[in-house]
T-cell receptor
């Protein structure tokens, strides 16, 4: 099975940077995903890491260390619209995704 | 682009009644999934289907059944609903031939069992 941990809540100021950590213990690993979910909406794909290192996509970056079972999502130049839940998910060798409980990020003016 | 369509959007159901949540995708994705999302627990996989004609059990399959008669449709049935099945249900699909196999989610179905 999968055990995926991430903080429950984080608060940051508009224009700042926030880093959301995710640690995992899995019976198989075939990629790590980050999804964004606004309240009352469906999750949407943000990033995917399968090799160690940093993947950058505009204001969002995601990092993976497979040996440490660790990932983070970095949100730069925070905007009010970034207030949402951020879900860390690990894919196993059968291509099934298991999700963490999510981190609710609140951006304040 | 429609993507994934789920119905109903919201439903209140009496305990003991049966209910089918519908899910249709128009992306010709081979894999489809049903998740439930509960506060503090995140998304949990109920059932999945890697291709039409096959299904598999996820993390929390008890009390639910699925079928995959064709590529586009993946209905989820609750044979005899119980209050613990009150949740938001998300259907998702992916193309397993795409290396990242990214999931695309439907808008969700909110089910309340009384």
């Amino acid at each position: 099975g999968q055990n995926i941990d991430q903080p429950t809540e984080m608060t940051a100021t508009e224009g700042a940077i926030v880093q959301i950590n995710c640690t995992y213990q899995t019976s198989g690993f075939n990629g790590l995903f980050w999804y964004q979910q606004h309240a009352g909406e469906a999750p949407t794909f943000l990033s995917y890491n399968v090799l160690d290192g940093l993947e950058e996509k505009g204001r969002f970056s995601s990092f993976l260390s497979r040996s440490k079972g660790y990932s983070y999502l970095l949100l730069k130049e925070l905007q009010m619209k970034d207030s949402a839940s951020y879900l860390c998910a690990v894919r196993d060798n059968d291509y099934k995704l298991s999700f963490g409980a999510g981190t609710t990020v609140t951006v304040r003016a | 682009t429609a993507g994934i369509t789920q119905a109903p959007t919201s439903q209140i159901l009496a305990a003991g009644r049966s209910m089918t949540l519908r899910c249709t995708q128009d992306m010709r994705h081979n894999a489809m999934y049903w998740y439930r999302q509960d506060l503090g627990l995140g998304l949990r996989l109920i059932h999945y289907s890697n291709t039409a004609g096959t299904t598999g059990k996820g993390e929390v399959p008890d009390g639910y059944s699925v079928s995959r008669a064709n590529t586009d449709d993946f209905p989820l049935t609750l044979a005899s609903a119980v209050p613990s099945q009150t949740s938001v249900y998300f259907c998702a699909s992916s193309d397993s031939e795409d290396g990242a196999n990214v999931l695309t989610f439907g808008a969700g179905s909110r089910l309340t069992v009384l």
